[in-house]
């Protein structure tokens, strides 16, 4: 099924993203985690894609494994950096062929160390909205495409409004839905839709949550990418930086009580960064299912 279409009939949609692990054993642990997944009934699942195609058998190999052997609606996220157009159009014209619906386009995070011939060949696209107008001028709707957003900023951005501008270049090159970078401040999130909303964009945006179970690897990304976590979080995990099972435990308290203000302020779905586990996901979602509406 087409994300976007299922979008417009699902009250609150649920979804869950994957990346391709490096091993065999990785491989085996994530469908177990799919498994136990399955029976929340998500939307849609997703598997990450890693920029400069270092993941490409990988990532295609787990959404053709979802798409064939669960009855999971799976999207593939796709980077443009380092691909040529026409790379990009082979690996899009294969997970056609096997009856995949869904793309992330995405530009990628632009990765240290390479030449910038490489990073961005000239026959290639430069920015995700490029990557949309490919899909759309080569597949024309066979895809539903989805595109990421920034509540917080794009750490490349001058400022939110510029990052807001790309954004809806990306909408108008035929991106149905948005997901967000993680974020652990509703606020940012709710500033963001007043934006969007000033601006008559009116896609779904879909907040993307990350329960925090390890501290330490969380800060790291969120430097990365630029999110916020509030002080007075840090404080209470760095008090419990040693223990993971009491991070763990604060994480995932956190984790509950920002979707239940997203849900009670009528937001219609979640995303959730599952770090290819299932342990967090499932206590929050059994704790917020009451507010859920299929
Ligand atoms: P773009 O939308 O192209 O934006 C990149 C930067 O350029 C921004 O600062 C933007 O403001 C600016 N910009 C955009 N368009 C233009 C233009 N036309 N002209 C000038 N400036 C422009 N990374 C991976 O490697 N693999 C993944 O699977 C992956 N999945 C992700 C999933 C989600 C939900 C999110 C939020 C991010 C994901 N990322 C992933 C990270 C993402 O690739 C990086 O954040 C990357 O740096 C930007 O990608 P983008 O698609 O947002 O790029």
């Known amino acids: 099924m087409k994300i976007g279409e299922l979008l417009k009939q699902i009250n609150t949609s649920i979804s ?3 990346f391709p692990p ?3 054993e990785g491989e085996e642990l994530l469908f177990k985690t799919i498994k136990e997944l399955e029976p929340l009934e998500p939307t849609f699942v997703s598997v990450t894609y890693g920029a400069g195609g270092s993941t490409r058998e990988r990532t ?3 959404v053709k494994k979802i798409h064939e052997e669960t009855t999971l609606t799976v999207m593939a996220h796709l980077t443009c950096i380092g691909h040529s157009k026409k790379e990009l159009i082979d690996i899009l014209e294969g997970y056609r062929k096997i009856g995949i ?3 992330l386009a995405l530009r990628g995070d632009i990765p240290q160390g390479q030449e910038e011939s490489f990073i961005f060949p000239p026959d290639g696209c430069r920015y995700a909205n490029e990557l949309v107008s490919l899909i759309k001028e080569n597949f024309n709707n066979q895809f539903s495409i989805g595109v990421a957003a920034y509540p917080e900023g794009h750490p ?4 939110l409004e510029m990052d807001v501008y790309y954004l809806k270049k990306k909408i108008e090159s035929g991106a149905e839905f948005a997901i967000t970078q993680m974020f652990f401040d509703n606020s940012y999130f709710y500033r963001y839709l007043d934006l969007l909303e000033r601006e008559n964009i009116n896609i779904p945006v879909i907040p993307g949550i990350m329960p925090i179970t390890n501290f330490k690897q969380i800060k790291k ?4 990418c630029g999110a916020t976590i509030p002080e007075d979080l840090v404080k209470k995990l760095e008090k419990f930086e040693d223990k993971p099972e009491e991070v763990a435990k604060i994480g995932i308290d ?6 239940e203000d997203l849900l009670r302020n009528g937001i219609k779905g979640l995303h ?3 770090l290819n586990k299932s342990k967090a996901t499932i206590e929050i979602y059994n704790r917020i299912k009451k507010l859920i509406k299929k």
């Open 156 to 159: 490349e951005s001058p400022n």
């Open 272 to 274: 959730f960064y599952t």
């Open 254 to 259: 956190y984790a509950t009580k920002q979707c």
């Open 60 to 62: 295609i190999r787990v």
């Open 22 to 24: 490096k091993t065999p």
């Open 101 to 103: 619906q869904n793309i």
């Open 16 to 18: 869950f993203e994957f």
């Open 221 to 224: 990304f969120a430097v990365m």
